[in-house]
DNA sequence: ACAAATAATGACCAAGTGGTCATCAGGGAT
DNA sequence: ATCCCTGATGACCACTTGGTCATTATTTGT
């Protein structure tokens, strides 16, 4: 019987068992939403997310029943895409590509948009349909600002573009795009989605 | 006619063991090029592509050592592209779209295009290299025919680009890019990939 | 102080992974 | 025919995964 679980390590040995159910719910969104980003739906682990929230396994699945359950609930939708389509028509792909500069170079770690292009690699249905409704409400956003029958190719044009450059910038993290500093990205990045939108 | 031409019953009781390597390797590439299309490379498995190439998983490490070297193998570069870079510069975003839809069109199920995006969700060493390689012969493809500073910027813009396309109608396979036509897809990516390219 | 309620744990499970290897069998050379 | 090299097999290994569940420890109500 040397059922010992680990003789105590250097760190803490007497790691008294914490009884919080909203405060552990909550890191192990932070650490889903981690885990997910980095490796994608079907690469990322449960142990991993725990071991990160500090939890264990069984904790995770006693909160959130399923691997696929924790996926939906922590990662959130598109945000802030109204506020950033919102106003003049004229200057609407600066905005855009500013939007989209700011919003990576601040935390492209856990940004929705690389969980869900690394998510959507391995065929999973809850990825899938995430980025559907994502897709969707993009559309709808820019709809209300502008018209014409091919505005949604155009605006899945811009999108395909900014998967793009999230692909060579945030995840293979290496080329000219990987490079060049956030202010010259958003320049180009204006310039590309001008011409795809008003081209 | 009623008497059953039994040919090829149903499930193949007595399945004699064939000995046959170069058949088997080659057998195994293609279905190894098929899987991890499908699947990129992680979530790829040895045994399912031994079981499409119909041989046992043994004989996949035996002829190949190990997953990577297999990938490796298995995953050819760019192909054809200088052919299409070569000719005039004022047509090159057309020749550019059209090569780009054909290929993809005719057989996007095993590309190495869809298999490197998949792929490099994963963050494996192998697939990064063989991209950046990749992405290392385009640029030198176009700079052949154009010059300026920036050119690689813009060729890494019109890959970004492609690799968003890519991403929209063959792998997720869903919204406007997926459902209109190969036609109507080459039309409107030429004139994105020009605006990109000269704009 | 005690007990009921329940948050948290960790042992356990079946399935599947990449990889190894003793063994077997096909077929060319003799 | 026979031998023998080697292509091919399939049992096996250590490990990881998502998921279950009996136990244990901690609060809270009384």
Redesign the pocket.
Known sequence: MT?A?DATPPAEPAR??????EA?RAAILDAAREAFAEHGYAL?????IARRAG?????V??HF????QLFLCAVPGTRDLDEIVAGDVASLPERVAAGFVARMETNAADDPFVTLIRSAASNERAAIDLYTAMRRRSVAAYRTVLDGDDVDVRVELMAAQLIGVAFNRYIVKAGPLAAMTAGELTAHLSRVLRGIMFG
């Open positions: 059922s679980p008294r068992r914490r009884r919080d159910p552990h990322a682990t449960i142990r991993d939890v264990t396994h069984g904790l699945m006693r029943t399923s691997k696929e």
